[in-house]
Structures are given as C-alpha cells and as structure tokens.
C-alpha cells in the first residue's frame, strides 16, 4: 500500500538521496527480490541503472519546445493510458503550494502509483503529458522533480512530453499525441484509440482552472476521464467547454461566377476585404489565377507602393488583377479604385465573412495543427500575431458601391480540405483562452 506521499528528495552529483521519506521507494521493493532500481536494464533509448530517468535529445517540435523523457525502456503499446501531471498523478503545487521551483511534490492521491503499476501490468504504455510555460531557471528545477519522481516508482517504465511554449503542442493542441503516434509508429505500433485514454484534472467543471485536458482528449479521439472518475471511481460530473468551436459556425455556400458575371474580358480590378486566414488567398488561387489574373499581394511584394505599380502594370498590359490584401479602410482601398477609374475598367469588391475568432482558429490551424500530409507537402505558415488580427477589426470600415465599386459581394467562409484536413480543422485549438 501506498500510504504518503509528501517526499523531501533532493539530487545531488551522484543521484537521488532521500530526506527523511516513508514512502514508495521502499514499498516498491516489497514486489521484488532485489531492490529495483539496481536492475539490470535492456539496452535501448531508455533509461540505465545509473540513470534511470533520462530527457531525451534534441527536444521535439520544429523549435525544440517539447520536452521528451523516458523512465527505463518503456515499450510501445497499443493501449496507452496517457495522464496530465499536474493535479492528476502528482498535487499541483503551482496551484496548492504556489512553490513552481521547489522539487517537493505528492502523488495526487496515495492510490496513484499503485493503480499506474495495475496499468502498466495490465499491458498499457504509460505516457505523461504536460504543459509547463515555465521560465527556463524554473524547468530545471521542474526537469530534476521528475526525476526525483520516477525514482518513486522505480519499476514502472513511461515515457513523458512537457509542452515549454504556446505552440502546437501545448493542450489541447494536439502535438504532443501525434509525437507519441510517430515515436509509435517506429516500432511498428498503431494506438488503438478505443482502448486509449487520457486523465486530466482540467476538465470543464465548476472549480476546474480550464477545459484543456478533456479539449486535448477529444481533439485526438480518445476516451478522456477527470483524475476523481479514473482514480477513484467517482461519477462523472457536469462540466462545459468555453471557447471558439468551428460547430458554432453556419454552413455557409461556396461561391460560384454567376451567368452575368464572367471572369474573363474585359480586364477588371477586383478588390479582396477581409482579416487574415479566411481564406482569400485561395480563394484568388482557385477562381482567379486559372482565369490569369495577375496577384497583387503585400505580404509578397512588401509594400503598399510596389502594389499599386503592380495593378498598373497589369492594366498597362490588358490584364485583369486581383489586390490580394486585408483593404479594411475606405482610403486604403481608394489607392485601386483610382486606379481603376484612370483606366476606366469596372473594381469589383469581395468582402470575405468570418469573426475575429474563425480568423484566428483558421491561423492557428494553419500554424500548428494542419496534419502531417500536409506539412509535408506544403510551406510552413507563420502564426499571425494576434495584434494585426484584432487590429483589422478595430479598423475595418465595410465597403460600398459609393466608394466606386460597381458591386459588393459577400464571400462566406467554407472550409476546403480532405476529411483528415477537416477532422484537425474541428479540434479545439485556443491556447490559454486565446
Ligand atoms: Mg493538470
């Protein structure tokens, strides 16, 4: 039985000491002739008998923000039992104890270790995965408790992922899951996700600090369960999921030239409105450029200057152009529509509908969620800083046919992509409610 918890360790250069525990070190050896951390150990990237616990170089995600250690050799399995760690295996002193550097910790409940050890046996890969936005003086001393921790269950192999930064793999981004499918995937191992499962304590209930361990479960398919339900068997309770969710969108109708508006002759100045990630872009890609339009394009030419050349260069040379930018304000836009007029060709204007929160999903999707067929055929795509998506808002001015427009057309967002493009479109992404 498991009875404590509170265990004062500290490292030093020659290993773990122990201050002062009642706890599990010894109750571990009482399954077992030999005490177990002196085992002998496969070869392999896990852990060895003087370094039981290791973190594993380099760390994962394109800027080495992830984290990855192993306890001893944990093999791949097709059932994994994944867990949150703070406020699930271990008590969340950044809440209860607010000592973020310290490496005293508990189990969250006695029961923990010795339901991980039933898990384990029962034929479950153990893996841990947690977000730690903790300054880098602050991950050493988190990177050592877990360490310490492991020393705690000396027999139990596992494998951890610690998200350090806001990007794609912090939850409920699903980045830290698709790291454990491929690591999987090398040794020959699919997960089965129906016998799956992930427990966290950020769960949506009345007194949770967040919904992002149950949004981290159902981005990546898995049965999820709160530490209360997995550990003591507790019913499950009411809990809601704050935050922008695509379900909340209206289905909306993708566009179509209609009989009395064709593409084609004569040359034409057709304006784009609209916040960043709804779109626009491929939206010129699919409609206009097959037809030869030339794309004027801030983002690609840099300057507002070098765009006003290029639509009067276009003009100059009998073509038709799309001005490919966010075009929020009346003057803004007045820039083309004289153009336009000195060339007494018609300026159309679309303006592409979506909130400031489909805009910023659609960034985030794009920046660290797209899946990983797509990575591999497609450039990366930089974040989009919050500030110019909020700022598009604040300064947008809706377009009219007084400004010199011949028409107005609204544009509704519709997402285009395969099934799996879609499936990771779906997935809760706000990251720290944002
Ligand atoms: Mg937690």
Redesign the pocket.
């Given at each position: 039985m498991y009875t404590t918890t509170r265990v004062a360790l500290t490292i030093t250069a020659g290993g773990v000491v122990l201050v002062g525990s009642e706890v599990s070190l010894t109750d571990w050896t009482t399954h077992s002739s030999v005490f177990p951390i002196f085992e002998k150990r496969a070869a392999g990237e896990g852990g060895t008998e003087d370094q039981p616990f290791r973190w594993l170089i380099p760390s994962l995600s394109p800027t080495r923000s992830c984290l990855h250690g192993v306890h001893l050799t944990p093999t791949a399995s097709s059932r994994v039992a994944a867990f949150?760690?703070?406020?699930?295996i271990i008590k969340?002193e950044r809440r209860v104890m607010k000592k973020v550097n310290e490496v005293e910790w508990e189990w969250w409940k006695a029961v923990v270790p010795q339901k991980l050890k039933e898990v384990h046996n029962s034929g479950y890969s153990i893996v841990l995965i947690s977000n730690q936005n903790l300054k880098p003086a602050g991950l050493v001393g988190w990177k050592k408790k877990i360490s310490i921790i492991a020393a705690a269950i000396p027999e139990l192999p596992f494998r951890i992922f610690a998200a350090t930064a806001k990007d794609g793999h912090r939850k409920p981004m699903p980045g830290m899951w698709f790291e454990l499918e491929r690591i999987f995937a090398e040794d020959g191992i699919t997960i089965d996700k129906s016998t799956s499962y992930y427990v966290?304590?950020?769960a949506g209930r009345s007194d949770d600090f967040a919904s992002t361990?149950r949004k981290f479960a159902i981005n990546v398919g898995v049965q999820f369960y709160t530490p209360e339900e997995y550990f003591l068997e507790i019913p499950p309770a009411p809990y809601t999921l704050p935050g922008f969710h695509v379900s909340t969108l209206e289905k909306g109708k993708s566009w179509s030239p209609s009989s009395t508006y064709t593409l084609y002759q004569p040359p034409k100045v057709v304006l784009f409105v609209g916040p960043p990630c709804l779109g626009k872009s491929t939206f010129y890609r699919t409609h206009f450029a097959p037809a030869g339009y030339v794309h004027v394009n801030q983002d690609t030419l840099g300057s507002r200057l070098k765009c006003v050349k290029a639509a009067e260069e276009a003009l100059v040379a009998g073509k038709s152009c799309v001005i490919d930018n966010t075009n929020r304000d009346v003057q803004t836009r007045k820039y083309y529509l004289d153009i336009a007029k000195r060339f007494q060709v018609p300026a159309r204007c679309f303006v592409f509908q979506g909130s400031t929160e489909l805009s910023w999903h659609n960034n985030l999707y794009r920046a660290y969620a797209r899946p990983a067929s797509v990575i591999a055929r497609e450039p990366a795509r930089a974040l989009v800083p919050y500030a110019a998506i909020v700022g598009f808002a604040d300064a947008y001015k809706a377009p009219s046919v007084k400004e010199g427009f011949t028409k107005v057309l609204d544009i509704p967002w519709v997402f285009e992509g395969s099934e799996e493009e879609r499936r990771h479109w779906n997935m809760w992404l706000q990251i720290d409610g944002k």
């Open positions: 949150d760690l703070d406020g699930t969340d966290g304590d950020a361990d």
